[in-house]
């Protein structure tokens, strides 16, 4: 919704050109046509900038692990194992610069910021026994920054939006048409192109860590402990920018068992999982 108003105070010039009424759809839908042919996704080059500028702000608000903690230092040796297994002429063409931390926090979650930093919370470490589970979540998220994810949803979105923004100054549309036509793309398509890039991650993701040695039901495992004690709804599934990870177990399950191939035994986390501090007695 932001992005449509900053783009509606710049189109606003428009509002001076006094189309004919019939010019208007013609000369947008050729408009329309000709930015489908554009690539508006930022360049790597912005990527790894936007992507150090949100690391650097997220070293400033979180507890960020120091370097010699076996969290951090096991994370690296698989981030780096994980990546030496994408081509290097992919590599060199486009040349990310990917990072490992962790954050100390009970958030059960991980995550890719554009051009290469990745987060893992311990909350989701203290859950995983295995390096195989370790390897899956770090996997797919190195998918995320390798297929562009972030920039692609950006294009897209910038695409979709830009013709709208025109047309909704043309037409001097409010701010309530403005906010809804927003609140639109992002329930309808935006979620889509979200559980798109997240199933794409959990395959190739799925190919990296295999590549790299490391057995897939590692993953399974991960997003059945995911799953535990949660049941999503029809509706929820339909609003989630995430495909239900019982879902994603089965499908995974389902490569394994029909690609019928014979994956090293799991490997347990070299560091025990950190318990919960001891609640004080009152």
Do not use: C
């Amino acid at each position: 919704m932001a992005q449509l108003k900053k783009q509606h105070s710049h189109a606003h010039r428009l509002d001076n050109m006094r189309l004919p009424i019939v010019a208007m759809p013609l000369g947008l839908a050729i408009f329309t046509a000709s930015a489908q042919a554009v690539d508006f996704r930022p360049s790597i080059k912005d990527q790894i900038k936007i992507g150090k500028e949100a690391s650097a702000e997220i070293r400033k608000k979180e507890k960020v692990l120091p370097d010699s903690d076996i969290r951090v230092k096991v994370m690296r040796q698989l981030g780096q194992q994980l990546v030496a297994k994408i081509p290097e002429a992919e590599r060199k063409k486009n040349p990310f610069e990917y990072s490992f931390d962790v954050i100390d926090s009970k958030e059960v979650n991980a995550f890719a910021l554009p051009g290469g930093p990745i987060y893992f919370y311990t909350g989701l470490l203290n859950k995983m026994k295995s390096l195989d589970e370790f390897a899956g979540v770090l996997g797919h998220e190195i998918v995320h920054i390798r297929n562009q994810h972030w920039a692609s949803q950006e294009g897209d979105r910038m695409k979709r939006q830009l013709p709208l923004a025109i047309l909704l100054t043309i037409v001097r549309a409010g701010d309530f048409a403005w906010d809804l036509a927003g609140l639109a793309d992002a329930v309808l398509i935006g979620i889509k192109y979200s559980q798109k890039h997240e199933s794409e991650s959990d395959r190739i993701g799925f190919d990296l860590m295999t590549a790299a040695g490391y057995n897939p039901q590692g993953m399974v495992d991960t997003f059945k402990m995911l799953s535990a004690g949660r049941k999503m709804s029809d509706f929820d599934r339909m609003l989630s920018t995430h495909p239900d990870p019982a879902k994603r177990a089965e499908t995974l399950e389902a490569r394994i068992k029909k690609e019928g191939k014979v994956y090293p035994p799991m490997r347990p986390l070299p560091f025990a999982p950190q318990p919960l501090p001891a609640a004080t007695p009152k």
